[in-house]
């Protein structure tokens, strides 16, 4: 049975811990937090054995989860491929392009299975989306919520927006060739919202907005492709299929009244916990049984779409064309 093993256990790590401790096709070997406190904690709820360094698990295991922090990822990543670990690690992997190249180029060496967690991938809807987008033309996506203190210190593009990012990058088959961004600081000393249009080659055009400084959360993304509207929500994993739209102006008594009449499909979803999936296609893929269904081309291509956009807010780069 394959051996694995977590490396930090903050509120990211813990979801992995719960879903590693229910499957049945692994055996969890040993958790690894820097914080003996933290620890300690988790001691009360799972018994496995636990390290504050992480080369004293690794022997243990055949493949790890890492979930510390991001500025560390490269470091860990990199010492558990070099051990011959397969890894799968929480985004972004790293802050950088190159990092995040040499990590790609020691797992392919070693023939090893590295993943990064881009959790929204594995969302049933987001799954039924990819089925059903047929050449977008126009793609919003909305991804907003409440200031949390905690999260001053991230990039809201690596934070947030790279979901989006990682999504529309996977159903858009073009290279960028524009981006517009725009965005503010307001409690913290990084950008706390951020729109940005991303033109591609050809004629699509993705928005994304996202905002950790507002009042209600909202996960959405809807697309305008020939014949159809798409309304995905990732937190109720609901997708609506407007078709067959017609308007018309109708005079009533007194009023002239707009009528806008539609086919609305509501798509059956499969609505399983998306960390639980991604977790099991680290584990099939380790095993053999499907391949990734991301490639290394395509996550280091979001990867370098969000490290322009984040690099594009600092400075106030309000445009610029790219080829990505
Ligand atoms: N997929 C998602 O939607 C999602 C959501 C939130 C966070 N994340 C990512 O998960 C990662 C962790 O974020 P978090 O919010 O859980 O952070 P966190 O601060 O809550 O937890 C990190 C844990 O790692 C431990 N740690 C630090 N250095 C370590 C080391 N060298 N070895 C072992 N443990 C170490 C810390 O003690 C802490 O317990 C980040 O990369 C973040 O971007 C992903």
């Known amino acids: 049975m394959l051996k694995v093993g977590l490396i930090g256990i903050g509120k990211m790590g813990k979801y992995h811990l719960n879903i590693y401790d229910e499957l049945q096709n692994v055996q969890m070997n040993g958790m690894c937090d820097a914080s003996q406190a933290v620890l300690d904690e988790v001691k009360t709820r799972f018994r496995y054995e636990t390290f504050t360094d992480f080369r004293d698990l690794l022997p243990k295991v055949d493949a790890v989860t890492v979930a510390a922090p991001t500025k560390y990822h490269f470091d860990i990543v990199k010492e558990c ?83 989006d990012i990682d999504i529309i990058v996977n159903m858009v088959h073009a290279d960028v060739i524009e981006i517009q961004a725009s965005g503010s600081k307001v409690y913290s000393e990084l950008p706390d919202y951020a729109a940005v249009n991303i033109r591609f080659d050809g004629s699509t055009t993705a928005q994304i907005v996202v905002s950790r400084v507002t009042q209600k959360k909202d996960r959405i993304m809807s697309i305008s492709q020939k014949d159809a509207f798409i ?52 584990i099939d893929c380790i095993n053999g049984t499907v391949n990734r269904v991301v490639t290394v081309e395509h996550e280091l291509k979001s990867l370098k779409i969000a490290l322009k956009i984040d690099d594009m807010l600092i400075k106030g780069i309000g445009a610029e064309e790219v080829r990505i």
Do not use: C, W
């Open 81 to 163: 491929l070099e051990a011959g670990k397969h890894v799968l690690v929480e985004k972004p992997i790293t802050t950088n392009l190159e990092e995040a190249q040499k990590l790609f180029e020691i797992a392919a060496k070693k023939n090893l299975v590295l993943h990064i967690g881009h959790v929204e991938r594995f969302n049933g809807a987001v799954q039924e989306l990819r089925k059903i987008a047929d050449n977008p033309y126009l793609i919003e996506s909305r991804r907003v919520g409440p200031f949390n203190p905690n999260f001053a210190k991230d990039s809201i593009v690596l934070d947030l927006m790279i979901h």
């Open 231 to 282: 309304t995905l929500d990732y937190t109720s994993q609901d997708i609506n299929i407007y078709r067959n739209a017609q308007s018309q102006h109708v005079f009533g008594n007194k009023e002239l009244h707009y009528r806008n009449e539609y086919i609305l499909e509501r798509l059956f979803v499969y609505k399983d916990n998306p960390l639980k999936q991604e977790i099991k296609h680290f």
